[in-house]
């Protein structure tokens, strides 16, 4: 199905989804170790530093 389906679909009533995304900024080598490891292994990168998604300082984890 295509987006346009899906989001005719939601606007007739007939099913309504929501989908969130989050947009959290990452450094170069971050890019890198996703790249190279996936985004799950980012992600438990970013779990075991308990970053603060919101702080636009913060160190990379990679």
């Known amino acids: ?27 170069a080598a971050e890019m890198a170790h996703r790249r190279e490891h996936g985004h799950e292994a980012l992600e ?8 603060v998604p919101t702080d636009p300082r913060r160190p990379s984890v990679a």
């Not at 346009?4 to 959290?24: C, D, F, K, P």
């Not at 438990?44 to 970053?51: C, K, T």
């Open 1 to 27: 199905m295509f987006e346009s389906e899906r989001s005719q679909r939601a606007t007739a009533g007939v099913e309504a989804h929501a989908r969130i995304l989050w947009a959290l900024p990452v450094t």
């Open 44 to 51: 438990r990168l970013f779990d075991e530093h308990a970053i």
